[in-house]
């Protein structure tokens, strides 16, 4: 039931009742008047009753109600059953994040989070034409996220490590922007060594450089 038909005799007496009749908050109410009975005692004693039509407010479809849809959806059609959970979108990064419990997650996260990565990117792009909204889009799966961060921040370090000591510049394999930016908020006040990403198209690598005065120590030292 989403709509009723009650008396009161006072509006807000009549609101409230089918508030409590649909378990809404009265905010979530259309209300419509359809009766208002003002003969009362030889017409001194004001409204009799109030007679309304209230109908549960239809909510609109957030962009996390319709992201959360989409990938169901699209994981029924690859015969798979995973739960969702959306955030909603944070004000200051703009980004919803969609957290899937999937026992056969592996299959959507793919080699090195490939499928993933393309899973991500359709969503973001059906949101964005639905919404005409630039949100920024993260979507996990088992907590994949979480230990690939681990994975690049131990493999940074080493790298970063190695550089201070031999002097040189060293790169990462090719990474996505989300991976790249955990690099690079890794190191982004270190005073020891410096990073930039490097190359063309979707995935780059990280170039990890020690500052100006380690990278001439060793240099001088090995061409000793």
Same mark, same amino acid.
Not at 19 to 33: F, G, H, P, R, T
Not at 133 to 162: C, F, H, P, S, W
Not at 163 to 190: M, Q, S, V, W
């Given at each position: 039931?989403?709509?009723?038909?009650?008396?009161?005799?006072?509006?807000?007496?009549?609101?409230?009742?089918?508030?409590?009749?649909?378990? /809404?908050?009265?905010?979530?109410?259309?209300?419509?008047?359809?009766?208002?009975?003002?003969?009362?005692?030889?017409? $001194?004693?004001?409204?009799?009753?109030?007679?309304?039509?209230?109908?549960?407010?239809?909510?609109?479809?957030?962009?996390?109600?319709?992201?959360?849809?989409?990938?169901?959806? $699209?994981?029924?059609?690859?015969?798979?059953?995973?739960?969702?959970?959306?955030?909603?979108?944070?004000?200051?990064?703009?980004?919803?994040?969609?957290?899937?419990?999937?026992?056969?997650?592996?299959?959507?996260?793919?080699?090195?989070?490939?499928?993933?990565?393309?899973?991500? !990117?359709? =969503?973001? =792009?059906?949101?964005?034409?639905?919404?005409?909204?630039?949100?920024?889009?993260?979507?996990?799966?088992?907590?994949?996220?979480?230990?690939?961060?681990?994975? $690049?921040? /131990?493999?940074?370090? &080493?790298?970063?490590?190695?550089?201070?000591?031999?002097?040189?510049?060293?790169?990462?394999?090719?990474?996505?922007?989300?991976?790249?930016?955990?690099? !690079?908020?890794?190191?982004?006040?270190?005073?020891?060594?410096?990073?930039?990403?490097?190359?063309?198209?979707?995935?780059?690598?990280? /170039?990890?450089?020690?500052?100006?005065?380690? &990278?001439?120590?060793?240099?001088? !030292?090995?061409?000793?």
């Amino acid at each position: 039931m989403d709509a009723i038909e009650v008396e009161g005799k006072t509006y807000e007496e009549a609101v409230k009742k089918a508030s409590l009749a649909l378990n /809404v908050d009265e905010k979530d109410l259309d209300i419509e008047v359809t009766e208002v009975d003002t003969k009362g005692i030889l017409g $001194l004693l004001g409204s009799k009753k109030v007679r309304i039509t209230a109908k549960i407010r239809e909510k609109e479809e957030t962009p996390e109600d319709y992201g959360k849809q989409l990938l169901q959806d $699209l994981g029924r059609f690859a015969g798979l059953a995973f739960n969702v959970k959306a955030t909603e979108a944070d004000e200051k990064t703009e980004r919803i994040l969609f957290l899937i419990q999937c026992d056969d997650g592996d299959v959507l996260i793919g080699k090195d989070g490939e499928t993933l990565e393309a899973l991500q !990117h359709i =969503l973001r =792009l059906a949101i964005a034409k639905k919404y005409k909204q630039n949100l920024k889009v993260l979507v996990d799966i088992n907590g994949y996220r979480e230990k690939r961060r681990n994975a $690049l921040t /131990v493999m940074a370090k &080493r790298l970063a490590d190695k550089a201070k000591r031999t002097g040189r510049r060293l790169k990462t394999d090719p990474l996505n922007p989300y991976e790249r930016r955990i690099i !690079h908020t890794l190191f982004k006040y270190n005073k020891n060594v410096t990073t930039k990403s490097e190359g063309e198209g979707h995935t780059k690598k990280v /170039v990890i450089s020690p500052t100006g005065s380690m &990278r001439q120590g060793p240099a001088r !030292h090995g061409r000793r």
